[in-house]
């Protein structure tokens, strides 16, 4: 009978024939990962380093060529271009699951089927969550507003247990959809909020906005008088504030300093356009846009929204919608439509992670997700995330990832608030 550690090796070199590919893999549902290709770049120190253009030349000179002939003009005195160096921090993640050694007892004796059967759900399951998680950090990783912002009284708690109700602007169906049993916590600026223990969610509720759960005892009294008296409080998930990227949300809010360039530079600032507490329509749609194309947009775009603002620009098409020939893009009710503006196409999509209040504008190139690795089973050092866990009967998986959301063209990015869907 072999032994625990041949046993261990067969099943290792199983693991890696069955899912050595596996970090090439992208959920379908993974629609901002499509959108943003990962680009791995080597760090200088703890960041990685991109200059940056945020000026011309300006050193110009005039001169008449009729007037004065024969004289010599003097030269302007040289203005260069800006370059500076955007630093960019990369965020770890790393998703862990355990499964039982009976669950492999058929797949010892080299059975890669069988090895297959035993862990396909785990893996797939593991792939999916963490992309979900990537996909989050993506677009609301340092948010202000976190994954959801609590309005005034958005928050009831009693002795150990908490409801939490958000506003429609500040909810996304999809990021709550099989949160049940995830660990959450409650901010307001960087005072956490529930410093005694995770905040545990035991029950979604879609059609109402509101995230129930389980919480500390000795907390629930602050937070639910705070909350009576403040609008200031989010919600992200356990131990990311101050650990995850800057996503797309807080790259274009950002008002003071990002990636470690000021905001003072024209062309490394963020649009923001209202949707003055209305339907999002193509008129607004295009007058948004518009603000990047002053900054110097040009080309085809991603424009991401949420279902239900998906819904109501399907009501509003007209003269600027485009039909693609034998394709299904343009037709009612499918994923993706494509306009025209003025430099190009714009590609809505519909994505259920976007908060209902809001939508993204995007340029489909210059916009990269950079760091030393991208969602795998390669963990740092070489070794794949299948190993023995000590003192338990049984395996672990684990998938790495480090990366982060950068973009060189901020001036180019858009994000509309203010979306009520009617």
């Known amino acids: 009978m072999a032994n625990s550690a041949d ?3 067969v099943l290792a070199g199983n693991f890696k024939e069955v899912y050595g590919d596996l970090h090439n893999v992208i959920p379908d549902t993974a629609k901002l990962m499509k959108m943003i290709p990962y680009k791995p770049k080597a760090k200088i120190g703890n960041e990685y380093v991109e200059a940056v253009k945020l000026t011309h030349e300006h050193g110009v ?71 979900k998680r990537l996909e989050i950090s993506l677009l609301y990783g340092s948010s202000p507003t976190g994954v959801g912002g609590i ?74 008088t705070y909350s009576a008296s403040n609008a200031d409080l989010f919600i992200v998930f356990s131990g990311s504030y101050g650990n995850e990227m ?38 607004k749609l295009q007058s ?24 109501t620009l399907n009501t509003d098409i007209a003269a600027l919608r485009r039909f693609v020939e034998d394709s299904t893009e343009g037709e009612l009710g499918v994923e993706s439509i494509k306009y025209l503006y003025s430099g190009g196409k714009m590609d809505i999509v519909s994505y259920n992670l976007i908060k209902e209040g809001e939508c993204f504008i995007l340029p489909k ?16 050092g070489g070794d794949n995330g299948f190993l023995h866990v000590p003192d338990r009967m049984g395996y672990e998986f684990r998938l790495f990832s480090s990366q982060a959301f950068f973009t060189p063209f901020v001036a180019k990015l858009v994000k509309v608030n203010l979306i009520v869907n009617s």
């Not at 049940?180 to 545990?200: C, F, L, Q, R």
């Not at 990047?292 to 998906?310: H, M, S, Y």
């Open 7 to 9: 046993t261990f090796t």
């Open 61 to 131: 000179t005039y001169s008449q060529s009729d007037n004065n002939a024969g004289a010599l003009v003097t030269l302007t005195t040289p203005v260069p271009l800006t370059l500076l160096d955007a630093k960019v921090t990369s965020s770890a993640m790393l998703l862990r699951a355990q499964i039982g050694y009976d669950a492999f007892a058929r797949a010892e004796g080299g059975d890669k089927v069988a090895f297959k059967d035993a862990s396909e759900l785990v893996v797939e399951d593991l792939l999916e969550s963490i992309t």
């Open 151 to 224: 309005p005034l009284n958005g928050v009831t708690s009693s002795s150990t247990n908490f409801v939490i109700v958000l506003d429609a602007s500040q909810w996304a169906t999809g990021v709550w959809v099989g949160s049940e049993n995830a660990h959450i916590d409650v901010y307001h600026g960087s005072t956490k909020m529930d410093p005694t223990a995770d905040m545990i969610i035991t029950a979604i509720d879609v059609d109402n906005y509101t995230i129930t759960g389980t919480m500390s005892g000795t907390d629930s009294g602050a937070l639910d």
């Open 246 to 283: 800057i996503g797309l949300d807080a790259a274009c809010l950002s008002a003071s300093t990002l990636w470690n360039i000021a905001n003072t530079y024209a062309l490394w600032k963020a649009n923001t356009y209202s949707s003055a507490s209305a339907n999002l329509t193509m008129g």
């Open 288 to 311: 948004a846009i518009q603000k990047a194309v002053q900054k110097g947009l040009d080309g085809d775009v991603n424009v991401i929204v949420n279902p239900a603002t998906w819904a």
């Open 365 to 380: 190139k210059g916009v990269n997700r950079i760091g030393a690795a991208d969602i795998g089973f390669k963990l740092p």
